[in-house]
């Protein structure tokens, strides 16, 4: 088939979406209304609550969101098949995923910006919030450190280069991307600079420093070779330094100027896709191979970010709806921005089974390997699309490392600030008042990110003690949509007690749940099999807090659902 067709079909659909059953669910299920100001006026501390310009939002929203999750989700996942896939992308995002990102925004926006596990006590009480919490920090903890790993490989100097998943050409770009982040945000709130003349120059110095660090990649550091192992540490320094900066110093230009490079790249891997014109190298289906993992329920853990995700549950009532100027904004950052996401997925999709073209064979020998050379497959794939409209390969490869670098630090910078939230609510909750001190609720958020950055465990063949980073991408991916499954659930309680329709959130909750809690018990027999007990514990606690949740939400929904005051 026509990549060509594939991607059009693909924008139109969306937007048809959009337009009718985005809209639908903003009229009968979530409704706006702009009378009512929203927590960013009615809370407003210059911090993070801070009324915002939509693009702006929506640059900060759609770059924390995407992260590596849409990228590295459809380049493992395609060795299925491209059909099941690409299907899973498409009705993932429509029915489930921008439903439950705009559930959340939606339920945190009129609940004075509080988060998914706050209502989820107000629908289930005391306990559930304390678990939904636990849950979420365990989760986020979990993405960061995948995200840790896989930026640190890409920075760090290594053999066959871009080829091999090594960009060291991508750390001056990338870095120079927070500098010009924290220069425009300050020409923008403290001298209110033109916005239109801080973007130009802003997109035209990053695109200017990507082609500099082709010439001049970063590997050492005062004579330290830049490894694998000291770029983490560098990663976990940013993300404690980051996390406590104010929204509009780095987390807001940073995002904006992040979502124009995305859309930039979005727009070379369109064109490259109608230029090349590239066929689809990767199989239709290839449910047959030796080793690989059944179909249901790992394809759709694996998509991940790129249907849905219950990081955006935290995003959306972290840090995203402490910006909302208006309340109709809520339509076109939480619907929108996860179907520009599902674009990213198919874009990314098209990359790998078709960019790769004869080498796809060679690349996914095996579902190990796929899952250790995601990244650099689509590095490579990608960058050879973007090359077919005449920009050279190389460069074209580093500006695709770039910006998937660029999306993976803000999430990152994001998914800390979010754990420190997590943590505070926690120490409100138990009455522990260590940690609802900001810095210390912090640090012991990078802490656990580094936990789970630097974890090794045996390796089943050799004994040897190795990072586990690949394997994490699974266990990731079923916490993660496991995450998503009990948001719906919340907001599903939320909106029956408010005696709205509930079927829209129930039926991809139900779906999402029997998916991941299925995932989780074929991962606790994969891990036992292989004696990888350290893995098999997280598995386990994942599957309990999953269905201890499960069991709260039953007995809320068994009884007559009221609100109960927040304490």
Sequence with gaps: ?????????????????????????????????????????????????????????????????????????PAIAVIWGWVPALLWIVLGC??????HDLGCLYSSMRNRARSVADLAHDVMGARARLLFLT??????????????????????????????????EAVLPSVMLIVLALVIGVLFYRYRARLGVLTAMGLVLSLYFVWLGVQNPITQLAGWELTADRWTFLLLAYALVAS????????????????????LGMGLLFLGVLMGQPSLTA???????????????????TIACGAVSGFHSLVASGTTVRQLDRSTHALPIGYGGMLTEGLLATLALLAVAGGLGAEWSARYPDWLTAGKQALANFVHGAGTLVSAVGLPVELAKV?????????????????????????????????????????LATLLAVVLIGGFTL???????????????????SLFGASNQLLAGLALLVVSLYLRSLGRPTHYTLVPMAFMLVATLTALSLSLRN????????????????????LWLVAEAFSAWRGRVQLRSHS
């Design 527 to 546: 891990f036992y099999a292989q004696g990888n007990w350290l893995l098999m514990g997280f598995s386990a606690l994942i599957l309990v807090l999953a």
């Design 283 to 301: 199989p239709a289906f290839n449910t047959e191979l030796q080793g690989l993992p059944p179909l249901f329920p790992m394809l759709f853990i």
């Design 399 to 439: 500006f695709v490392a770039t910006v998937a670098i660029g999306f993976a630090l803000t999430t990152l910078d994001t998914g800390a600030r979010l754990i420190r939230y997590n943590l505070q609510e926690m120490g409100r909750a138990m009455g522990v008042r260590a940690f609802e001190n900001a810095y």
């Design 1 to 73: 088939m026509s990549s060509v067709a594939i991607l059009a079909g693909v924008v139109l659909l969306f937007a048809l979406a959009y337009r009718s059953y985005g809209r639908l669910l903003a009229r009968q299920v979530f409704p706006v209304d702009d009378t009512e100001p929203t927590p960013a006026h009615t809370m407003r501390d210059g911090r993070d609550f801070v009324p915002t310009p939509p693009a702006i939002v929506f640059g900060h929203h759609f770059a924390s969101i995407a992260g590596l999750g849409p990228l590295l989700g």
């Design 244 to 263: 406590l900066l104010p929204v509009w110093l780095l987390l807001q230009p940073r995002d904006y100027l992040n979502s124009f490079q995305l859309f």
């Design 94 to 99: 429509i029915f489930v995923g921008a439903v």
């Design 455 to 473: 974890l090794r465990a045996p390796d089943p063949l050799t004994g040897e003690m190795k990072s586990v980073g690949s394997l994490l991408w």
């Design 135 to 168: 849950f979420g920090v365990f989760a986020l903890s979990l993405a960061m450190g995948v995200f840790v790993i896989n930026i640190a490989n890409l920075f760090a100097p290594g053999v066959g280069g871009a080829e091999g998943g090594h960009v060291p």
